[in-house]
């Protein structure tokens, strides 16, 4: 119970611009390299539009205006699925550990919102070169954003996620070390994102949430 131990005995909570709690070592060995080893594309090696932000899952600008030359969607994420399952067992036991209701529980008890009839996604993310995200507020759909972070090339610090007052101005920037990270409950003043900045190889993360609408995997009641 990785994750569960890390929340009850080695996590922070922060009220600073909003509530959220900070997170270490919620993974195990196990999940962390599976997160590494994770075969998502290198957009550099691909001839299309890339600006920047995580959109290119739908393809470059072009193409996603219905422009056929612009190329085709290339997905530099991967949600963990029964049907990549076998790829992934540590994930899978880390999905099963958040179905559990004494972990979802837990998480309703500290964002206080009830996760009974939620679900667990989970993705692997690989952001690199070039790579930024708009100060924005996730949709309501999401229940807890959640993002844990896999610094195999002792990347930046500097390199985490941005957090904003309801004035867009940064207030803070959780680090970006191994095995680390945090969540909060999205809601309308939220404010969270990545400016731009150098990353040197990737940045590798676990993004969590637990949602409203259906997965493949449904908290146990």
Request: glycine letters at 4%.
């Amino acid at each position: 119970m990785t994750f569960l131990n890390s929340l009850l005995n080695n996590s922070k909570e922060h009220d600073d611009p909003f509530k959220h709690w900070e997170l270490n070592e919620p993974l195990s060995e196990e999940a962390i390299q599976e997160i590494i080893k994770a075969d998502i594309p290198n957009l550099a090696e691909h001839n299309l539009s890339y600006d920047g932000t995580r959109a290119i899952d739908g393809g470059a600008p072009e193409f996603r205006e219905g422009i056929a030359s612009g190329g085709k969607a290339i997905k530099f994420r991967c949600f963990v699925t029964k049907d990549n399952a076998n790829q992934f067992p540590g994930l899978i036991k880390l999905i099963n550990e958040l179905r559990s209701k004494k972990a979802h529980e837990k998480i309703s008890q500290l964002i206080n919102k009830d996760l009974n009839n939620s679900y667990v996604r989970v993705e692997v993310i690989c952001d690199r070169k070039d790579f930024w995200l708009k100060p924005h507020c996730d949709i309501k759909e999401k229940l807890l954003s959640c993002l844990l972070f896999v610094n195999k090339f002792n990347e930046s610090e500097s390199l985490g996620t941005d957090f904003y007052n309801e004035k867009l101005e940064k207030v803070k920037t959780v680090p970006y070390k191994n095995n680390y990270g945090y969540f909060f409950s999205s809601g309308p003043n939220t404010w969270h994102g990545m400016e731009k900045k150098n990353i040197v190889k990737e940045r590798r993360c676990l993004q969590v949430n637990y949602v409203t609408f259906k997965t493949d995997w449904p908290v146990n009641q």
